[in-house]
């Protein structure tokens, strides 16, 4: 994937595909970048979301909502292209079970779509630890075909367009472990595309 510049006011994306498919260009009209967390500044720079602490004994379909946004763009259409950085962090209130979490983005007020599969945290109450997941995921020609290792293909039908929500869920299964977890500031979201 390239992101060059165009014209004024026009971006220029490149899909490289593999040698059975051809490269294409597309025009985009907007890039926006969104930083998630907003806070008073630090003497390292680290800055923190509020701590949001997932109960014991939870499942998937329970899960605790770790972070959530929605995400505006100045111009709505739909995406070509998207990056994600999602950091998060953890901190066991005892090393006994593990904890699971796991960001997804949907159509704003649609249904939400993994970004990834559930990540799993071993057991560790030591400190509070930083978890990172990234990657960029494209809308142009066949991402189906394009993509390896796609175990979801729903991200292509309930993210298309912005604006968009975006959100990060955790859990702790074990009987009595709780777990606070935190969005760092280095998340960020990069949304690139067409006006409808």
């Not at 597309?26 to 003497?43: G, K, M, P």
């Not at 209130?93 to 007020?109: E, F, I, L, M, T």
């Not at 009987?175 to 998340?187: H, I, V, W």
Request: proline residues 5%; hydrophobic residues 40%.
């Amino acid at each position: 994937m390239l992101i060059q510049y165009g014209s004024p006011g026009k971006i220029e994306v490149k899909q490289n595909t593999p040698s059975s498919l051809k490269s294409e260009v597309y025009q985009a009209d907007f890039d926006e970048t969104f930083r998630l967390v907003i806070a008073d500044l630090t003497s390292d720079g680290n800055q923190y979301s509020k701590t949001i602490t997932a109960p014991a004994a939870q499942a998937p379909g329970t899960a605790t909502v770790l972070y959530e946004a929605e995400l505006t763009p100045k111009a709505v259409g739909t995406l070509l292209w998207a990056y994600f950085l999602v950091v998060v962090n953890l901190a066991q209130s005892a090393a006994v079970g593990d904890c699971y979490w796991k960001p997804q983005a949907r159509n704003r007020g649609g249904t939400w779509a993994d970004l990834a599969p559930w990540q799993t945290i071993a057991a560790d109450a030591s400190t509070p630890t930083d978890y990172r997941l990234e990657g960029d995921i494209s809308w142009l020609g066949s991402p189906i075909a394009t993509y390896e290792n796609i175990t979801d293909n729903t991200l292509w039908t309930n993210l298309t367009s912005v604006p968009m929500d975006f959100r990060v869920l955790f859990y702790t299964d074990h009987a009595t472990e709780t777990t606070d977890g935190m969005l760092k500031n280095a998340s960020q979201i990069r949304l690139v595309g067409k006006v409808i």
